[in-house]
């Protein structure tokens, strides 16, 4: 009779242990998961840029006796921003070995915003200012920035702004004992983050 109490015993301990082992599971899931969606957001650094350069442009006429030259002195100033879509994160929870993998972080979305001012306008008759020339304006304008933007800090420091935002999906994992794993290994600290994403 107490050999048949303790299996009793034994097995309803057994079935409750495993039923709250399940529970807990259950709500750290759902606590991962809402800590992921309030990373979901949009992260925008911002910055401008300043530049002025002169455009020229010849017709030439008869074997280049005679020219018609236009230019004007361009000044650009640009607000950039540099942004993250952190709704598009993607990412894989196995439950029963206590894991998160991140399997996609969007890419970056630089925005240029130029505004162009004409100074110093000259043109001739036979040889105006067209639209083709503002469109090679902007063209030159935006590739001259996007030079300067790379060699700035701008995205680096967007790319910090990603790794802090990522960071808070860590700190929540170890603090429920659970992992969290990118590119293929397991992340430890947001300096893990630094090394795996692009440059």
Not at 130 to 150: C, P, Q, R, S
Not at 186 to 194: D, I, R
């Amino acid at each position: 009779m107490v050999i048949l109490v303790a299996f009793v015993l034994f097995f309803g301990y057994k079935y409750f242990a495993s039923k709250n082992d399940t529970s807990t599971v259950e709500y750290d899931t759902a606590l991962i998961q809402e800590q992921i969606k309030n990373v979901g957001k949009l992260v925008v650094t911002e910055g401008h840029f300043s530049q002025v350069m002169t455009y020229k442009d010849q017709n030439k006429y008869f074997g280049d006796m005679i020219s018609f030259e236009k230019k004007a002195l361009v000044v650009i100033n640009a607000d950039v921003t540099v942004s993250f879509d952190l709704s598009q994160v993607k990412y894989d929870i196995d439950a029963p070995n206590k894991t998160v993998t991140i399997t996609n972080i969007p890419e970056e979305e630089i925005k240029i915003s130029p505004d162009i001012k004409y100074y110093n306008v000259d043109q001739s008759t036979f040889n105006e200012f067209t639209g083709d020339d503002y469109n090679k304006i902007n063209k030159i304008a935006k590739a001259n920035l996007a030079k300067k933007i790379a060699k700035s800090s701008l995205k680096s420091n967007a790319k910090n702004r990603l790794i802090s935002e990522l960071s808070k999906i860590l700190i929540v994992t170890n603090s429920m004992g659970w992992k969290l794993k990118y590119d293929g290994e397991v992340v430890n600290n947001p300096n893990e983050f630094q090394r795996k994403l692009k440059p």
